[in-house]
């Protein structure tokens, strides 16, 4: 294998994982070859667009395996309950059973169906991720939360299911639209935002180099972002406390798309929108100054993420904030930047709050 190139992250979890930054599709059957001995039969779940560039990759390290090739269709409205049921009834046509090891090839969307689906099939099968949009290689493939969403609320159901491993090749990264480049930025800004103030100045000093794709930059902000995920979710793999943190501005976006029905508005897109609210709610609790909540706006703006959205009704959108997972006894619990790379879990955000921290970014 070329360990040369690589970097390998522990996530100290109750079971713990390694990350694999740098690692190449076509070496995976090699690494779990040497590791898992007793897998004979794997299944990839991915989705056709993705399936279409990377499969022949990932499929010639694992000719020794039994293999199948579930694809589920692109897109967020696929994290449901209907796409779960419909990937148990393939799993079992293609003779999957407790030791069959589960991959998932692709994007957040891929990642979290194929992780819950891992997680109850049969009451839980071994899985790996191997995430492909920078999204998912800074955030969701690692830390082990998986879900499916509900009309009434975003991820409502859900588990915490640790992979096996995180197998990342940045190389996958290249074919990857710029819209869908913005949605990872989204996630790694909010890194920097909420613990991490030389991560978000390295956005800021270097956006040419990140626009034009530069590898070099690319490897460093995808190694600095994936690192701050990895310290925060071993510290706290079950969002007792700190890793709360990494859903600074979610309370705000996940309305949005619970609202738009998981269309017309991508997740990072709902998540830059939701840090911009939330900074001018922490601004309007004298966490923030203007300059630091005007300074974290540009920065998503400069990527082309929005930070304002055209004719939504603030009131629904509140109402739709009584799913958020980190309610308590009917109390809103909300992330708010600390000047920038801080953040503070806050209990004492009141309606009228909120409702005003929403008019600031509904234009
Ligand atoms: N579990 C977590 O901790 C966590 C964290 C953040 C986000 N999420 C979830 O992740 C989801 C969003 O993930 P996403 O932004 O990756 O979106 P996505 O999975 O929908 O992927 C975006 C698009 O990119 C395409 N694509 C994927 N890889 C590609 C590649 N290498 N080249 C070309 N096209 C490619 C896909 O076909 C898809 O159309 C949301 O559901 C969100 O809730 C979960
Ligand atoms: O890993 C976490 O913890 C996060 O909050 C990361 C988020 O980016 C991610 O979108 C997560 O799925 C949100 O979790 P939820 O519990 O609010 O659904
Ligand atoms: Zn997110």
Redesign the pocket.
Known sequence: MSLVTWQKIDVAAKDPYPVFLGASLEELGEYLHRHYRDIEHILVVSNPVIADIYWERLKQGLMNYRLNLLIVPAGENEKSLDRLSQLTTEALRCGADRKTLVIALGGGVIG?LTGFFASIFMRGVRFIQVPTTLLAQV??SI?G?V?VNHPAG??IL?AFYPPLAVWTDFSTLETLEWDEVENGLA?SI?HAIISDLALFEFFENEQQRIKQRDKTIWREMVTRSSAV?VKI?SEDEH?QGI?GL??LG?SFG?ALETQMNYSGIT?GQG?SIGIVAAAHLAHAKGLMSRAEVERARRLLEVFGLPTTIKEQNPQTLLQHMQA???NQGGRKILILPKGIGQAIVSRECTDQEILSAWQQVIA
Request: aromatic share 0%.
């Open positions: 979290d955030d969701s830390g939360k879900a975003k991820n859900g996630e909010k995920k979710v969002e890793r990494l859903n979610h996940h997740h998540v958020d997972k980190k």
